[in-house]
């Protein structure tokens, strides 16, 4: 069960873009800059292959390394080949992130193999934000050049650059390892050994699925079928789990490189896109539900056998044992392909070459631990069989559960998640609970099922009485009178331009407006959300009209209107009187204290 946990950690820190910041703990407002005073972006002409953004950032102001993308419109030759080295920073709710200061040189190169004379269309985008609390809206500037003509020492020095890897795509695997910051990305807020002990762990566990099970034959008629020494057979086990982990980090690479070409991390925040994401995990968890099973032919499994020969060179078994390791990774086991499959969403998420391969190589190490003792001890070490085996493989397609729901929480109403997380709580309590009774009362499952059969009805429970947090299901039960709060309406509306706002003016209500700026990305506007409904403010809300301002698309609407109220960014909120007149010196830019936020709206609600 620990091992599971660690698995859902992993999953719980993979999916995150939104971007938290200090709070506002004075009464004075900062200024902030435009966007594009605060980063001056130019761009260098192209070269041999390659040209350069250059922002200048303004002092207090930072960028997001994991927030920079490109999206070709009319090649797919243009790329990112490796991010500088940058500062970190501990955000206070998002974990460890990689931040750039002052000025940053990013390169983009361009195949130099294109014709003199095509025409290159591109859109680049970041996203920077202020040091006292203000997050800016993510940017996107269009990229317009021609290919010019290359010059004589170009093609030496630069195909050496970006191929130098076997005509792997660029120099990635030999720069980005000197930047190992980006590895400790998987998990935020822990440190790169305790991620590694996941991976690790992760990979043991898959190794002792019942489905998994089938490579231990193979490996015991490679390795053991040899009548080799002890040793022999170690090694002859260590170059089968070797090639198993390179097969694993080739994946992961290849996923990496993937993703930061599609810049996947960015695109996955559409809904259409999340919902097939966690349609994917649900397919993933039915095959470790049994429900299917694409099992490798026998004809093949014949043939992964063939190398075990008594008359054969070292050389030539070490190949073959090296193939075979390789093959049998690709297809013996699709039980093992389910939830790789679900690591894999989260690494061309990441979009980071050298973090899909290290993320796939140590967990792939993890699942050969048990191979490389059968080379070491033989067959008969292994356990044979059994029902706690099939919890393993169960409690895994749980897990790609829990990945979907996280998949889909990110824009489902908030209190939906309860409702989900609640289900997967009782399937999983009603899971043991059967397993308990048809197959092995034993008092650990009977612990499991009654402890999530408790949770599972918590969560129901917090849904029902409109809670949105899953750690803190039963909150408002205990903070607040169902009858005081639930019948209370957070919000009066939702608006996404001035031509809506300008509507909800003209409705001459004589309440004072107050606009909360929003995104899904940004963390703190739910922080901000949060205190709207705490016991102190929620009162003081009937006496104003509280809207909610999504800018979640930046659209062209979106920035009109931030445009007109002079904001940067979420969060922000701007408070109106009851005539629609702007009352500048109320604007909160930033998440605010408790306090700050009562005294603005206590002042504002007392206007006439």
Request: net charge neutral.
């Amino acid at each position: 069960m620990r091992l599971l946990a660690f698995l859902l950690l992993f999953t719980f820190h993979s999916v995150s873009q939104a971007f938290t910041f200090a709070p506002t703990t004075s009464l004075s407002q900062p200024d902030f800059l435009p966007v594009e005073q605060a980063f001056q972006l130019s761009i260098s002409a192209p070269k041999d292959g390659k040209l350069f953004a250059t922002w200048q950032i303004s002092e207090g102001y930072y960028l997001y390394q994991k927030q920079f993308g490109l999206s070709e419109q009319n090649v797919k030759n243009l790329h990112i080949a490796v991010f500088p080295a940058g500062e970190k920073k501990q955000d206070a709710y998002y974990g460890d992130v990689t931040v750039y200061r002052h000025q940053f040189v990013l390169p983009i190169y361009y195949d130099i193999k294109l014709p003199e004379g095509t025409q290159v269309n591109a859109i680049l985008s970041y996203q920077g934000c202020a040091d006292k609390g203000l997050c800016y809206a993510p940017q996107k500037i269009p990229i317009q050049f021609t290919v010019p003509a290359l010059s004589q020492a170009a093609p030496k020095s630069l195909l050496d650059k970006p191929t130098n890897s076997d005509s792997r795509h660029f120099d990635s695997k030999k720069t980005l390892p000197s930047d190992a910051r980006s590895v400790s990305q998987l998990v935020q807020t822990t440190p790169l050994w305790f991620t590694l002990t996941i991976l690790f762990a992760l990979g043991l566990l898959l190794s002792f699925t019942p489905c998994v099970l089938p490579m231990v034959p193979i490996v015991s008629a490679i390795v053991v079928g040899t009548r080799h020494s002890k040793l022999g057979a170690f090694y002859y086990s260590g170059v089968y789990v070797f090639a198993m982990a390179l097969t694993y980090a080739a994946i992961g690479a290849l996923v990496g490189i993937f993703g930061t070409q599609l810049n996947l991390q960015a695109q996955l925040q559409n809904p259409m896109l999340l919902t097939f994401s966690a349609i994917l995990f649900i397919v993933l968890a039915l095959a470790m539900f049994g429900v299917y099973e694409l099992s490798l032919p026998t004809t093949w499994q014949q043939r992964l056998n063939v190398s075990n020969q008594s008359k054969i060179s070292t050389w030539r078994t070490t190949i073959s044992v090296f193939m075979a390791g390789v093959f049998s990774t690709l297809i013996v086991s699709p039980c093992v392909s389910a939830p790789l499959a679900g690591v894999l969403l989260y690494i061309s998420g990441q979009g980071d070459v050298w973090y899909g391969a290290m993320m796939l190589f140590i967990m792939a190490i993890g699942m050969g631990v048990p191979l490389l003792l059968v080379g070491l001890f033989g067959p008969k070490i292994l356990p044979r069989n059994g029902e706690w085996l099939h919890d393993i493989k169960v409690l895994m397609g749980f897990g790609l559960l829990a990945m979907s729901i996280w998949l889909v929480t990110r824009w489902l109403p908030a209190n939906s998640h309860l409702y989900l997380w609640g289900m997967l709580a009782l399937a999983m309590s009603g899971y043991f609970i059967h397993r308990a009774l048809h197959v092995s009362s034993h008092p650990v499952r009977w612990f499991f099922a009654l402890t999530l059969l408790c949770i599972g009805f918590a969560e129901l429970i917090g849904a029902m009485t409109d809670s949105s947090k899953p750690l803190q299901p039963l909150e408002k039960l205990t903070t607040m009178s169902a009858h005081s709060t639930q019948e209370v309406r957070l919000f009066d509306a939702s608006i996404t331009s001035l031509k809506e706002l300008n509507r909800i003016i003209e409705n001459q209500d004589p309440r004072p407006i107050v606009l909360d700026l929003y995104a899904d990305w940004c963390i703190s506007c739910k922080i901000v959300e949060d205190l709207f409904a705490s016991p102190e403010i929620l009162p003081i809300l009937s006496k104003i009209q509280l809207i909610r301002v999504d800018v979640t698309d930046n659209s062209i609407e979106n920035q009109a209107l931030m445009k007109h109220f002079n904001l940067f960014g979420p969060p922000s909120l701007v408070f109106l009187d009851a005539n629609g007149k702007e009352r500048n010196e109320l604007t909160l830019m930033g998440e605010p204290t408790a306090s700050l936020l009562l005294e603005r709206l206590e002042i504002i609600s007392a206007q006439k």
